[in-house]
């Protein structure tokens, strides 16, 4: 370790954070206090946890607090804590790098434009750098519990920041701030009392305030608040909570307060965050704010995986058991009896949970904008729930005709034709590539309903869900069209009729198309293109192959059926095509054209367009 003075830049992306937040935040700047008393209790937390298995931690200091105090001649605030304190290393990656791995992603999302980028940071959140919203000079002293050796760590804000050995007394950090001129209102104890009763009330740990002639203050409740009675707690106290164990900034969409006794007794106090957060993208990966696991009050872990499935892995909060011992190990608890049972209450809560929210229309819509494709995974994630799930999934759908994701299956299964016994679905790579699919012409001109379907999971989940109500999910897009609702007296008869009559065109195609296709056939699917592109019962869809592709999975473009609709004049007139080299081009140019409408990529589109030049050049003779 050295023990230097070293100057080092902050990566850029942490400057650029520093100057947005210091010139965006001056309407709402005592948030700064929030995030510091946030952190200090996350180190309380952690100590705690370290010291269940090294009582030696503490040291002879074990009563966990968060100190305030102010020196108005400096024009200082000092938060202190008796926490778990960082190494040098630590402090060199938690602050001056982006520890947070949503930083990146959201340094990214900055659009240059002052008043949208401020209203970002709203949303993002900055933790520990809030400090220089207040401060043009921070200082931070930190002693990790059981080292000896403390570290200064100082900066201006300004792109770079200093790190030094140091020495400080007991462990945990303390942070110096040298407030601006115009902020010296936090030097005043009232003022600070206010802002710890606004956003802290909920930490359960004492925070005080001590005078200069060294008499202490508890200003919070200090009590965990997951513990006290739900007729106590205001909203805002449990948004303000919500903040601090999500690491958010804004309140929550919903929560869920229970406290179970019985067999196995415990308190869950789970939230579902009102936006998705910048580092959810994939997966648990990353550093996680997930579901924290305590123990009689007694931080254990946060990872994540432990109480949400992955596809509830947006739901934030705190689990805290009486049942549990306090040295379990992380091994332990994958396939522990008290947290599978508490795991199984939580999720089916959380189901209930957003059940209830779709009363709400609006509340609804905006869960499902954020969370609602990593909802859909659970369709294939948790089987035994699918009915639960399915229940809570929204499709944009022909009946409203609008990209808007709000049609449950219940809806459609209550709007069904009289005879239709299928709920119809089609998947393509957008909404408008669903729109304007050729196959959907006759479901329109019969107005039967079906759901348009254009998230990547969108194949996968559907072919889980399989069915609801008892009615199958039915993609348009593949199998023979079971004509039923969709038919009229005689049109089988009719049919059979023109297949006969087309027989021969049809066989000319298969011959020119050879292993491009699996079959060609006569439909009643069309009315107004002249071809489409059907996948046998069973096949992988084309929308399927193409998601798996851009994932580096090439399935290839597999062996679609080319379906042929007698009532367009192409095909009708076709049929009398003489010249075999002219039809050969025909033929091939109306299979890539129904490979386009799909949204497939030609494989070879210079002979497409080739074909096509000569098509049109004998026309213009
Ligand atoms: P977050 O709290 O969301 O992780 P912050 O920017 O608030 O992000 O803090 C960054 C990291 O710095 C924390 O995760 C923690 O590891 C470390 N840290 C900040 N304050 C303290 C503190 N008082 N004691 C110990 N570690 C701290
Ligand atoms: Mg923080």
Known sequence: MTSERETRPFETEVSQLLRLMIHSMYSNKEVFLRELISNASDAIDKLRFEALSNADLYAGDSELKIRLSVDPEARTLTISDNGVGMSRDEVALNIGTIARSGTREFVSHLTGDQKKDAQLIGQFGVGFYSAFIVADRVVLTTRRAGHDEAVRWESAGEGEYTIEAAQKEGRGTEIVLYLREEDAEFLDDYRLEEVIRKYSDHIPFPIVLSAPNGEENTVNQASALWLRSKSEISEEEYAEFYKHVGHDFEAPLAHLHAQVEGRLSYTLLLYLPARRPFDLASGFEGKSHGVKLYVRRVFITDDAELFMPRYLRFIRGVVDSDDLPLNVSRELLQDNRVVTSMRQTAV??????????????????????????????????????????????????????????????????????????????????????????????????????????????????????????????????????????????????????????????????????????????????????????????????????????????????????????????????????????????????????????????????????????????????
């Open 348 to 621: 089916k809560r959380v189901l209930t949970m957003l059940e209830d929210l779709s009363a709400d229309a609006d509340k609804y819509a905006s869960f499902w904008t954020a969370f609602g494709s990593i909802l859909k995974e659970g369709i294939v994630e948790e089987p035994e729930r699918k009915d639960d799930i399915a229940r809570l999934l929204r499709f944009a759908s022909t009946h409203n005709d609008s990209d808007v994701e709000n049609v449950t299956l219940a809806d459609y299964v209550a709007r069904l034709k009289e005879g239709q016994d299928k709920i119809y679905y089609i998947t393509a790579d957008s909404y408008t590539a669903a729109k304007n699919s050729p196959h959907l012409e006759v479901f329109r001109k019969r107005g039967v309903e079906v759901l348009l379907l254009s998230d990547r999971v969108d194949d996968w989940v559907v072919n889980h869900v399989e069915q609801f109500a008892d009615k199958p999910l039915q993609s348009i897009a593949s199998g023979a069209l079971d004509l039923g609702i969709l038919e009229d007296e005689g049109d089988k008869e009719k049919l059979d009729e023109i297949a006969a009559e087309y027989a021969p065109v049809v066989a000319r195609f298969k011959e020119v198309l050879g292993d491009r296709v699996k079959d060609v056939r006569i439909t009643h699917r069309l009315t107004s293109s002249p071809v489409c592109l059907v996948t046998e019962e069973g096949d992988m869809s084309s929308h399927m192959r193409r998601v798996l592709r851009a994932a580096g999975q090439d399935f290839g473009a597999g062996q679609p059926i080319l379906e042929l609709n007698p009532e367009q004049p192409i095909i009708a007139r076709i049929k009398d095509e003489l010249d075999h080299e002219r039809f050969e081009d025909w033929a091939h140019v109306l299979f890539d054209q129904a490979r386009l409408s799909e949204g497939a990529q030609l494989d070879d589109p210079a002979g497409y367009v080739k074909r096509l030049n000569d098509l049109m050049l004998s026309l213009l003779r």
